[in-house]
């Protein structure tokens, strides 16, 4: 176990995450948002060494960021068996901070 995984298509998001018995971290993303460039290292840091962690383009996944009303990138949902029971929603214009995810996932058990 490394990095956070990729997820590439929404058959990947079904099998990895809406159908998962066990929690999924995914943050959403676009490559070329500056927030997310800074953002995606922090998110790798904490994910190095852990299962269920997972990123997902939303560029490319327009359906699924829209199912989930991701308005602002990087955002970052938790999953618990397939269903969405937390979130931490990037700032426009500031997206998110490192001590915020850990924070964000500390009071949640990770």
Not at 43 to 48: D, P, R, S, Y
Not at 66 to 76: F, G, K, L, M, N
Not at 88 to 106: H, I
Request: glycine share 10%; proline share 5%; net charge neutral.
């Amino acid at each position: 176990m490394g990095m956070s995984e990729e997820i590439s298509s929404a058959e990947d998001f079904d099998r990895l995450v809406s159908r998962a018995k066990g929690s999924a971290v995914v943050v959403f993303h676009y490559p070329y948002c500056p927030y997310c460039v800074e953002f995606i290292p922090e998110f790798e840091k904490l994910a190095a060494g852990r299962p269920g962690f997972f990123r997902l383009r939303a560029d490319l996944l327009g359906q699924i960021e829209d199912r989930h009303s991701v308005a602002v990138v990087p955002t970052v949902i938790l999953f618990e068996r397939g269903r969405e029971s937390a979130r931490l929603d990037g700032v426009q214009g500031r997206g998110l901070s490192a001590s915020g995810l850990k924070n964000f996932l500390s009071a949640r058990g990770f």
